[in-house]
C-alpha cells in the first residue's frame, strides 16, 4: 500500500473521529441544557382527588365478587410552567389489594398549568374471582355497616416544557374511598346475600343494605 494511500485513510479517520467527537458533544450539551430546565423548573406531581362514589350493586352470594360502581375522579397540575401529558390511565377498584373490579381505560389528555381535569368513569367486575379471606372479610364489613374500597388509577405521565416533551413516567394513584351504612334499608340498598354468605341470615343483620361514600379523599400519587 502506497504512502499516499496511509495518508488518506488517516485523514479519513481523523474526519470521521472529529464528527463523531462534535456529533456526541453537541447532544451531550443539549442533555445538559434540558436537564437544567428540567431541574430549574422542578416540575411537581399531579394532585388527585375522589370527589364521589355511587355503589350501584355488589353480590357475594357466588364464590365470586360483582361488583358495580360509578365514581368521579379529579386531577389538578399545581405547576405554573409544566404541563402533564396523561398518555395512558387505567382505573380500577381493590379491597384490601385484591382486585374487584376489571381495568377502566380513561381518555388521554393534556393538562395545562394550573388546570384540572375530571374523570367519571362506571368500574364494574361481574364474578370477579377473589381469596376466600377478602370475601369473608367483605361480608363481615358489610354486615358492620362500611366497607373500605381504594380506588386506583395507573398509567404512564409525560412532562411538556415549552415545546420539549419529557419520556413517559409510570403514575400510581390510590384513593381510599370508605362506604358507610346511611341507616337502615332504604333506597338504593342491595341484597344482604352478600352479608349472609349464602347461608341463613345472621341475627341483627339487615336483609337489604344501603352504603354511601362519606366524604371525598385526597389520594397518594408516586411518579
Not at 342491595?190 to 344501603?210: C, D, I, K, M, Y
Request: glycine content about 8%.
Amino acid at each position: 500500500m502506497s504512502k499516499e494511500k496511509h495518508y488518506r485513510d488517516w485523514i479519513l479517520r481523523r474526519c470521521c473521529g472529529a464528527v463523531c467527537a462534535c456529533a456526541l458533544t453537541l447532544a451531550a450539551v443539549v442533555g445538559f441544557i434540558i436537564l437544567v430546565i428540567y431541574l430549574a423548573l422542578h416540575p411537581s406531581k399531579p394532585s388527585f382527588y375522589l370527589q364521589d362514589v355511587q355503589l350501584r350493586s355488589i353480590d357475594l352470594s357466588d364464590p365470586a365478587l360483582s361488583l358495580n360502581l360509578q365514581v368521579t375522579i379529579a386531577s389538578r397540575n399545581p405547576n405554573e410552567r409544566v404541563g402533564v401529558y396523561y398518555k395512558t390511565l387505567d382505573a380500577f377498584a381493590t379491597y384490601r389489594d385484591e382486585p374487584v373490579t376489571v381495568p377502566v381505560a380513561l381518555p388521554s389528555i393534556y393538562q395545562g398549568h394550573k388546570d384540572s381535569s375530571v374523570w367519571s368513569p362506571v368500574l364494574s367486575g361481574e364474578s370477579v374471582p377473589v381469596a376466600p379471606y377478602a370475601a369473608d372479610a367483605m361480608r363481615q364489613d358489610i354486615a358492620a355497616g362500611y366497607v373500605l374500597l381504594h380506588v386506583r388509577v395507573e398509567g404512564r405521565v409525560k412532562w411538556k416544557v415549552g415545546s420539549w416533551v419529557s419520556g413517559g413516567y409510570h403514575l400510581f394513584v390510590n384513593c381510599p374511598a370508605l362506604l358507610a351504612a346511611s341507616g337502615g334499608a332504604v333506597g338504593g340498598a342491595f341484597a344482604a346475600s352478600a352479608s349472609a354468605g349464602g347461608g341463613a341470615v345472621p341475627a341483627g343483620v339487615n336483609t337489604t343494605v344501603s352504603l354511601k361514600f362519606t366524604h371525598p379523599a385526597d389520594c397518594t400519587v408516586d411518579v
